[in-house]
C-alpha cells in the first residue's frame, strides 16, 4: 500500500514547529512519504486585513502547486493531508482543485473561518483553542458539527494550541497527537 502524507503549515507556523513536526514523525512510523510544503514572502501585519489574508492565500496557493507539482497521486493507495491555519484552507483547496478530496484524509489544527467554505464534509478531525484570536470557538463548534468534523478543544489555548503553561502545554500536545496518532492509524 503506497501512502503520502502533505503538510500545510501557517504563516508564522512552519514545519519545524509541534504541531507539524510530531505528526510528521507518526505518519513516518506508518510509513507514510513525507512531503512539506514550505511556503513565504507573504505580506505582514495580515490578521483583520481581508485583502492581505487573501493575498496571503494566493500565494501559499501558488507556491503550493508549484512544490507538490511533481506528484502523481494516482499512484497512492492513500493521502494524508495535516494543515495548520491558513494550511487548512490551502490544503483542502489544493484537493478539490486536483479532484483527489475523495481519497484524502484531513487533519486540522487550528482553522481559520474561511476553511470552513473548503472543508469537505466528514472528511477529518479538527483541534481548536478556545482563546484563539483568529475564530470564535462558538464557529468552530457550529461549523465542524454542520460538516461531521470531530472536533477537540484545548481549554484556554491559542492559536498554537498553547496555555502559556507548560506543564499544561505538554499535557495538552500529547493529548493531541494522541488523537493525531489514533486518526492517521486508523486506516493501517
Known amino acids: 500500500m503506497k501512502k503520502i502524507a502533505l503538510f500545510f503549515p501557517g504563516i508564522g507556523y512552519t514545519c519545524d514547529k509541534p504541531l507539524i513536526y510530531y505528526p510528521e ?7 507514510y512519504e513525507i512531503r512539506e510544503v514550505r511556503y513565504g514572502n507573504f505580506p505582514k ?5 481581508k485583502e492581505k489574508m487573501k ?4 500565494i501559499a496557493f501558488q507556491q503550493a502547486k508549484e512544490i507538490l507539482s511533481d506528484i502523481n497521486y494516482s499512484e497512492y493507495d492513500e493521502i494524508l493531508i495535516i494543515g495548520k491555519s491558513i494550511g487548512t484552507v490551502v490544503s483542502s483547496c489544493y484537493a478539490k482543485e486536483l479532484s483527489i478530496e475523495d481519497k484524502c484524509r484531513f487533519i486540522y489544527y487550528t482553522p481559520v473561518e474561511q476553511s470552513f467554505k473548503y472543508i469537505k464534509p466528514s472528511s477529518g478531525i479538527c483541534f481548536h483553542g478556545t482563546l484563539d484570536p483568529w ?4 464557529i468552530v463548534k457550529s461549523e465542524c458539527k454542520r460538516l ?6 484545548t481549554e484556554y489555548g ?5 496555555t502559556g503553561n507548560v506543564e499544561t502545554d505538554l499535557k495538552a500536545l ?4 494522541s488523537e493525531t496518532e489514533k486518526y492517521i ?3 493501517n
Open 25 to 31: 514523525k507518526i505518519a513516518k512510523k506508518y510509513s
Open 45 to 49: 501585519n495580515i490578521k483583520g486585513d
Open 55 to 58: 493575498d496571503s492565500f494566493n
Open 135 to 138: 475564530i470564535a470557538t462558538d
Open 148 to 153: 461531521n468534523i470531530n472536533l477537540y478543544l
Open 158 to 162: 491559542n492559536h498554537s494550541l498553547e
Open 174 to 177: 500529547a493529548f493531541v497527537m
Open 185 to 187: 492509524k486508523y486506516s
